[in-house]
């Protein structure tokens, strides 16, 4: 009897305090198909705690609307601005507790692991990320946002973990 391979959902995550990038992708195995992607905006004129807020509420409306299963989450990476740092180190903890929340399985990899995973090359530039990511999931030759690139490319670097853990349990 053959079996089945069960379709998941994996939603990706580019954390941000200004612009978070989200992206859904779902399969199984090496075969996975964009579902959506975009970018939560927060308003700039809103104070810190009601754009948290904004993350928090307008993430739980994707996972509420297309009920992802599994998550990954870009580890932060910063090496001149603190306080953009700081800011989206409390927009990551808000968004890693709603999912925390909503069950989903949360994984992390760093924007180095995600680069080398789609592209090959771990210090690839965002325009090959983008190209890359467009390519593997199918997607029009239109250019997507670098933050939803991002979190495409999260999508599919679980994807491809995955992938390999089903392979060598077999």
Known sequence: MKQTKKI??????DPGFGRVGYG???GSG???THVTHGCIET?????FVDRLVEVQTDLQTIIDMYQPSIACVEELFFLKNVTTGMN???ARGVILLTLHQAGIDIHEATPLEIKQAITGYGQAHKEQ???MVAKLLKL???RLQDDAADALGAALY???QLAYIQKTTK
């Open 30 to 32: 090496s075969q996975w």
């Open 8 to 13: 998941q959902r994996i939603l990706g995550i």
């Open 88 to 90: 989206v180190s409390h």
């Open 140 to 142: 029009p030759e239109t």
């Open 129 to 131: 990320v983008q190209y």
């Open 158 to 160: 679980v994807s491809g």
């Open 24 to 26: 859904i992708i779902e």
């Open 43 to 47: 308003a700039k004129e809103n104070s």
